[in-house]
């Protein structure tokens, strides 16, 4: 993890020495409202590598990873907000905990929401998943919701979530899971972002409900648009750790890396699309659903989450 965050400190420093000739920040709020587009949007690709880590027993991956997203925001009533969200991550790896050598989730959904693009915004979200079980191959469903929300500060969104997630189909995956997210994202300058998160779930095991599983992660980025362009460049790492109620001293790690490109549509910095574009996002621990499984051996029962 310390070298994870090294890596990123660097970049933050590499990516503000490309800024300093940059435009200054806009006008605090307050001074002039922020104009809204009637529709607006990114897309994504990425790709990275993931070590994964399993304590009891001993077992280690390393596995290479790639996926991509697409969030389109539209304004059709003043003030009333309506996002649609597709993304996806797929890892191809060893995977020698399991029989399957490739994990892989997608998810589509939309939030609709109120906002004062210069002071907060409040709403709803629902999404619907899909994520592979390394255990036996098959295909889990969820159905995900909650509620969410953002106080915008000059430069700084302070970002909210909580909700639940619904096990539809699956066999020994996780089921009655709640979740809460925290995440601050910091604009130095409008092209300019440095964001962090941290995620907590709660759920148990479809097959065995006396099993309760804890699921911390985190996460952080750094991304610098190009002026005068529609291109963006990113550096992400995302981190987890789990452990089981039944057997505590069963942990599992993960830390991810990837590097990406993203696309806007019909908004001038990533400042103005955080306010008034496709803001909002999806909390980081939906990519390690496809880890969700159950081993049992003669000597112990050992469950989960990666």
């Known amino acids: 993890m310390n070298k994870s965050l090294l890596v990123m400190a660097a970049a933050v420093a590499l990516l503000g020495a490309g800024g300093a000739q940059a435009q200054q920040f806009p ?14 949007g990114y897309m994504s690709g990425f790709f990275g590598a993931s070590i994964s880590q399993q304590e009891t027993p001993s077992v280690g991956d390393t596995s290479m990873t790639f996926g991509g997203d697409a969030r389109a925001n539209l304004s059709f009533f003043p003030g009333i907000h309506l996002q649609v969200d597709v993304e996806g991550e797929r890892t191809n790896g060893d995977f020698k905990c399991c029989s399957q050598v490739v994990k892989s989730y997608w998810s589509v959904g939309g939030h609709l929401s109120y906002r004062d693009p ?18 036996d191959g098959n295909m889990a469903k969820y159905a995900m919701f909650g509620g969410e929300g ?7 969104t302070l970002y909210g979530q909580g909700g639940y997630i619904d096990l539809r189909e699956g066999d020994e995956d996780l089921e009655n899971t709640y979740f809460g997210r925290a995440a601050v994202r910091w604009f130095p300058e409008p092209n300019l972002k440095v964001a962090g998160e941290f995620d907590y779930a709660r759920g148990r095991l479809h097959d065995n409900t006396s099993n309760k599983m804890r699921v911390i992660s985190w996460g952080g980025s750094v991304e610098k648009r190009f002026t005068g362009s529609m291109f963006s460049m990113f550096l992400n790492y995302n981190g987890m750790d789990m452990r089981s109620k039944s057997n505590p001293d069963d942990r599992a790690k993960d830390h991810t890396v990837v590097v990406g490109l993203r696309i806007f549509g019909n908004t001038s910095t990533l400042y103005a699309n955080d306010r008034a574009g496709a803001t909002y996002d999806s909390p980081n621990f939906l990519r390690y659903l496809p880890r969700s499984e159950e081993h049992t051996s003669e000597l112990q029962s050992l469950a989960y989450l990666v």
Not at 27 to 40: L, Q
Not at 118 to 135: E, M, P, T
């Open 27 to 40: 006008p605090m709020p307050g001074t002039a409202p922020t104009p809204v587009p009637m529709w607006s």
């Open 118 to 135: 210069d002071r907060f915004s409040a709403g709803a979200f629902g999404s619907y998943i899909q994520a592979n079980n390394l255990d």
């Open 150 to 156: 953002q106080i915008l500060l000059p430069g700084v």
